[in-house]
């Protein structure tokens, strides 16, 4: 069965210092993997999608299929990006009424000034 | 448009009343989800509907749950009765069935059950 874990609950790092938040899954295939953000007082929303190569507000996530890793980071961290975090994976066959994430259990980063 | 709507905020009961959670989805999503949110656990499905149809409820912990999608903008979640072990916050979320993996996400219920 698929599955998405993320080891650390809590994550606490110095204002400047670089940052990686771990998400390993299990799954059978290629998968597309996500990253959402949920800041203190605002609502859960997509941080970025691996299929995109993109980088948000600093981060990155690249996939490692030989570690089956989907780690977040970002070189120097900022106050600002004290959240909690949580690492997606889609089912493996996208179902054709619609499609549920499962989510792993979140990391909550703190950055300290 | 306001994006997910869910109300109450905050909700405390006793042991043993019955509760409903609302909410009201982003116009022309027609993927709904409840989610509960807790420190343990993280975020937990618990149903998910597609053009108001029920397509999952396996993460729907007992009978005291359940979850209904009269219209296109409008779902409920009901426990009955509440239990102290479900405090929890629960969450709401829609997506377009095009960009199904991009969920938006209301403000969540924050449950107290005493």
């Known amino acids: 069965a698929q599955r998405v874990t993320q080891p650390e609950k809590l994550l606490s790092v110095f204002k400047g210092a670089p940052v990686e938040l771990k998400c390993n899954y299990s799954y059978s295939g290629s998968p597309e993997l996500f990253w959402y953000v949920q800041y203190s007082r605002q609502r859960l929303q997509l941080l970025l999608r691996h299929i995109s190569r993109e980088s948000i507000k600093g981060f990155t996530a690249d996939l490692n299929k030989g570690e089956t890793s989907f780690h977040l980071k970002k070189p120097f961290a900022q106050e600002e990006d004290s959240a909690m975090y949580y690492c997606a994976l889609p089912p493996r066959v996208q179902e054709t009424s619609g499609s549920r994430l499962t989510f792993g259990e979140g990391t909550q980063l703190t950055v300290n000034p | ?114």
């Open chain 2, 1 to 114: 448009d306001a994006g997910v709507i869910q109300s109450p905020r905050h909700e405390v009961t006793e042991m043993g009343q019955e509760v409903t959670l609302r909410c009201k989805p982003i116009s022309g999503h027609n993927s709904l989800f409840w989610y509960r949110q807790t420190m343990m656990r993280g975020l937990e499905l618990l149903i998910y509907f597609n053009n108001n149809v029920p397509i999952d409820d396996s993460g729907m912990p007992e009978d005291r749950f359940s979850a209904k999608m009269p219209n296109a903008s409008f779902s409920t979640l009901k426990i009955q009765p509440s239990e102290p072990r479900d405090s929890a916050v629960y969450f709401c979320a829609s997506s377009y069935r095009r960009h199904q993996e991009k969920l938006f996400f209301g403000s969540g219920t924050q449950l107290s059950v005493l």
